[in-house]
């Protein structure tokens, strides 16, 4: 699952770090999540999306094998 | 998910490293001072083992960074588990097909459930640790 976190981050100025403590996660989560080593919980990406105040879909995005 | 009030503190770790090696420290203790007419070394020692299990198992359910416990190591912990689940069937079918054609004339009857469960355990909290410690190499980008 493609997403756009690491440029929304950078557009908001914010840090994994940063982000990690505004969604509860620890850093290492957003981390994976930015390299698709991991895929969220629907809670936490909505949490993120939340944070960025944006639609789920525009946030996150469906891949062709997925 | 609230998964880290789940989890044993990282600062009671020690009581899971205790648990551990305690009984089998015990155990060694209770062998060389020559104890043998009034223990039976075999009971105690299926004793000893089920403790250490415990303590391997509490072990597992313990935070083991500052980090741990969100989702994403709530799922590292259930692919460990599976992981741990193959490795004791294919340990069981693999011993299973030795003893049957006698190879190596090797005596599989010491699989006990014992032996099993701790190579089971061992091979989740390996396994787990691993990943800890790949996630704590991670770079911020």
Redesign the interface.
Known sequence: MKNYI?IERARHNL???DLADKV??????I??I??KK?I??A??ALKIAKIFNMPLDSLFELEEHD | MKTKSRLIPKSKMWISLTIIFLPVLILIFLKSADFHELLDFSKLSKITASISLIGMFLLFMTQWTKDDGDEMYLQIRLTAVLLGVITGITTLLVSSIFSLINWLDFDYTHYNGFGLMFFILLMILSNFGQQIYSLSKQREE
Do not use: A, F, I, M
């Open positions: 690491k840090t994994q770090g509860g996660v620890s850093r290492q989560t981390n994976s930015e390299t991991y969220p919980s809670v936490l």
